[in-house]
């Protein structure tokens, strides 16, 4: 469901599974299922804050402040885009273009989905390059510039080219979401921090040629 993946005085870094939300969940029976903050808090017995969030198919990267004041410095560097994000995303669709930027507002669809507007009066800004994996699966990276929700899923869509297992938004059905929040680089009290977590998640994701593709991505 999650690994810790680094330890700080301020904070921890954890890598999500696909499938588990962020928060607590209650099913239609009632049931509660505990989200990744009360699983690791639980596990852990720390107080910890959640900085920024993840949708519940896609795995990777997590930061969690470990004392009021480190959240507050987090939660502004993400606020005002001084945290570095890159995600990876597999679709099998052949985009209209195979990088640059996409940009629009962010406007309600039905049943909770969004869609990408051509208008920028508050617009989610998305940067992504991709390498073709094999015949019919292309990796995708993305830079995303603003944290709208959907917003890489709704990128993606709007170039053709639908995130594997994302089905809400068109996507070919597969055995998880191919999200991945790949590499989180922020700095702290003036100490640098670079965070790289490969997927390791998904019959597609642990592809040789995938761990090759993602070499040849340049930096």
């Excluded at 390791?200 to 040629?209: A, C, I, N, S």
Aim: glycine fraction near 10%; proline fraction near 5%; hydrophobic fraction near 40%.
């Amino acid at each position: 469901m999650y690994r810790i993946l680094a330890q700080h005085k301020d904070f921890m870094v954890i890598n999500k599974g696909p499938g588990l939300g962020m928060h607590d969940e209650t099913d239609e029976a009632g049931l509660l299922h505990p989200g990744l903050v009360s699983r690791v808090k639980a596990d852990t017995g720390l107080l910890l804050y959640p900085v920024h969030r993840l949708d519940k198919m896609t795995s990777g990267l997590v930061l969690l402040a470990r004392t009021t004041e480190a959240n507050r410095a987090l939660s502004m560097a993400f606020a005002a885009r001084e945290v570095s994000k890159q995600y990876l995303a597999l679709s099998d669709r052949k985009p209209k273009k195979k990088q640059g930027w996409v940009k629009g507002d962010m406007q309600k669809g039905r049943g909770g989905s969004w869609m990408l507007a051509r208008s920028l009066d508050n617009p989610a800004i998305s940067w992504f390059d991709s390498v073709s994996v094999r015949e019919g699966l292309r990796l995708y990276r993305i830079k995303p510039r603003t944290g709208k929700t959907h917003q890489i899923r709704v990128a993606l869509k709007s170039v053709g080219a639908p995130i594997l297992g994302d089905e809400r938004y068109g996507g070919t059905a597969a055995d998880r979401g191919y999200l991945h929040a790949w590499r989180l680089a922020f700095t702290l009290a003036g100490e640098a921090f670079d965070f790289v977590c490969p997927p390791d998640e998904g019959t597609l994701f642990v592809l040789p040629e995938l761990h090759a593709a993602i070499t040849g991505l340049a930096e």
